[in-house]
């Protein structure tokens, strides 16, 4: 018994960090004077997700992976509680190296988030992303909105750029969720 309480304490610890270095990602960019993500764009998001660290490497096939978070807008404004999600993808043809950026993607509407809400979400299959505009007084209209379904962002060694995603298979972590809510499935929640 006691290594199983050893084990869910762990786990819970685990999510612990993983939502406040998604927190700090979040704040961080959110703080950037020119090269943040419009305010325009975040006050008409119907969600956010945020990734730390997401490892992209290859060697000869390469791939992504990363851990984070999503909150989805509630019909008062206000945010919902946040959910733990994967994202993962390959890529293939001749490549070398390894690079691990933070990803904040806002979802332009409501079926690009609800895809994720029912378990995954395949980018460019299921819901277009663009690389997103950057500087926190960047004019997005209505008519940018509807072009894409997410707007997608990148940090690495501190520059912040918007970042093309298609092919990333983004889903919901159920052991973590179950981990931190108790219970298997809590989007409908």
């Not at 939502?19 to 004077?33: K, Y």
């Not at 209505?142 to 298609?166: E, N, P």
Request: proline content about 3%; hydrophobic content about 40%.
């Amino acid at each position: 018994l006691s290594a199983q309480t050893a084990t869910s304490s762990t786990k819970q610890s685990d999510e612990a960090a993983r939502a406040e270095n998604a927190a700090n990602v979040l704040s961080e960019i959110m703080e950037a004077p020119d090269q943040g993500i419009p305010e325009a764009l975040l006050k008409k998001a119907y969600g956010i997700a945020v990734i730390p660290h997401v490892v992209k490497g290859a060697f000869g096939v390469g791939g992504r992976y990363g851990k984070g978070l999503v909150a989805q807008r509630n019909a008062d404004g206000g945010w919902g509680t946040p959910l733990f999600i994967e994202i993962g993808g390959g890529s293939f043809g001749f490549q070398l190296g390894v690079e691990a950026t933070d990803v904040v993607m806002v979802f332009t509407n409501r079926d690009g988030i609800q895809s994720l809400l029912k378990g995954k979400l395949k980018i460019g299959a299921d819901a277009s992303a663009t690389a997103g505009p950057v500087g926190r007084k960047a004019e997005v209209g209505t008519d940018v909105l509807l072009k894409s379904a997410i707007y997608s962002y990148s940090r690495s060694k501190g520059l912040f750029a918007g970042i093309a995603l298609d092919g990333a298979v983004l889903q919901l972590d159920d052991d973590a969720n179950k981990s931190v809510y108790g219970k298997e499935s809590v989007a409908a929640d």
